[in-house]
Structures are given as structure tokens and as C-alpha cells.
């Protein structure tokens, strides 16, 4: 055996007319030729563009896929596993986030050499992402419309828009444990975007004055805040890297580009979990 080189063990599976392989299972060749460059002549960098949005929608997949599981779990009352399942949505965030600062290699100008054969497709496209945004209660039945050419991406929003909302499921979870939830709460209309309830806030006051108390219900209302402040850094991360990358100009879609992207980091998931900390500490 050559110098550097480890001995293969005889257990090693070596065939695989029979036995599954590791590209059989993940669909590698599925996978690996799924990038498909515009450019004429192809730019280099062009690949890196594609494979920063394709891994980010396989983790998108992945948030829905844990984010409804949570909203089943609160439904039933299983605080433990939905705790599981956010904390794991708050490390796929932080992955998100990272991926952003690889795109932020792609100088103004390498972009410039192949942004025009993108033609309209851009990110704000994305129905994964305005699925997760749904399921976190920013929801906008104005978005379907963007959809009506592709009936599944629709049909997943429409599913999105018209279940309670994670944050929904949450309240309902704590009404039923006790806490004197405001009850148009707990009957509003979950297809519209949930707005701000100065009600809601002494409920959370009085969990947070006593978290031993009720320390199921304290650590999931941190878990939401870290969940949402990692989504903001995401905005954030991705309105920077645009900036840099394009500056003012407008997006392919036909946003106004980082102006819109800015006017998202005004929305808010859950208003009166951010309320709640003026009040804390604050004598009755």
C-alpha cells in the first residue's frame, strides 16, 4: 500500500447492482445537474448564484416541513416536542444567514456580467419563503396572485394562509393552560396578518414574572423572540448583501430593491412578546 493511504476494510460495500448507494438515496445526479447557467457566454460566478438560492430553498423545505410539525404539536398540547422542533428551525436560520456572506463574494461587477439574462426571475419569487412567512403569521393573500402560473406553489400558500399560524397555535396553547388569552384572539380570522394586542401583553407580563411557574411557557416565548430575531438578521444579511452587490438599482423582479427590502424590517411576528419587555420590571 502506498505511503499515506489507509487500508479499505473487507466490510466496505463495494457493490451496488443490489444495494442502495449513497447518490441512489439522495438523487445525486438529480441534484448535481439541476444547475443550469443562462449566461451566454456562461459566467463563472453564475454557478455560485444558482447553488446560494437552490441550497437556501432545500433548507426552506426543511423549515416548513419542521414548522408544521410545531404547529401540529401546540395543538396537542406537546410543548416539549415543539420546543424540539423550533430550536432546530433557529440553527437551519443561522445557516441561512451565513450562506449570505458567500454570495457577498460576488463582486458588483461579476454580477453585472450575467445579471441581465436572468431576465424577471428573482428572489422575492420565492414561495417557500412566503410560505414560512405565512406559517410565522406575516400573512398577505396579495402574494396568491404571484403564484397563479404554478398551482402547487399556490396551493401550498393557500394551505399556509389559511392555518393558524404558528403564533396562533401558541395562544390557543396557553388560553387552554390557563392564561387569560383575549378571546377575538383566539376567534380572529387566520387568513389576515396578525396585528398587535395591547391585551395580550399582561399575559405575557405575568408569565415572565414568574417563569419557575410557568417556565414551559417562559421558554417558549424565548424560543419565538430568538426565532424572530434570527429572521430579522436574515432580512438584514440579505438586504446588505444586495446593497453591495447592486446598490439602489431595481430588483429583476421589479421591486424597488433595497428600499422593499429595508420596509421589511418593519414587520413584526410577534408584537407583544417584544412589548412585554418595556413592561418587565415595571411595579403594577
Sequence with gaps: MAENQRPLEDGIVRDFKVNLSYGRYLHLDEILHAQHPVSTP???????FILQHQT???????????????QRQLAKDELRP?????ARVKHIQRTLTEQWSVLAT?????????RSF???????QSYQYRAV????????RRMLSIFDAEPDARSLLVEALE???VYDEFLRHLSRHGHDVPVELLQRDVTLPYTFNEDLVPVFK????????????????EELVDLEENFQLWRFRHLKTVERTIGFKRGTGGSSGVDFLKAALDLTFFPELYAVRTEIGVPR
Excluded at 106 to 114: D, K
Excluded at 118 to 124: C, V
Design 106 to 114: 460576488l463582486t458588483p461587477s461579476e454580477y453585472a456580467e450575467f
Design 118 to 124: 436572468l431576465g424577471t426571475s428573482s428572489g422575492f
Design 56 to 70: 437556501s430553498e432545500l433548507w426552506l423545505k426543511l423549515v416548513l416541513h419542521e414548522l408544521r410539525a410545531v
Design 82 to 86: 415543539a420546543l424540539k422542533g423550533l
Design 42 to 48: 456562461e459566467h463563472h460566478d453564475e454557478l455560485l
Design 206 to 221: 405575568r408569565i415572565y414574572s414568574d417563569p419557575e411557574q410557568f417556565w414551559g411557557a417562559y421558554e417558549a416565548c
Design 133 to 140: 412567512e405565512f406559517m410565522l403569521g406575516n400573512k398577505d
Design 163 to 165: 392555518t393558524p399560524s
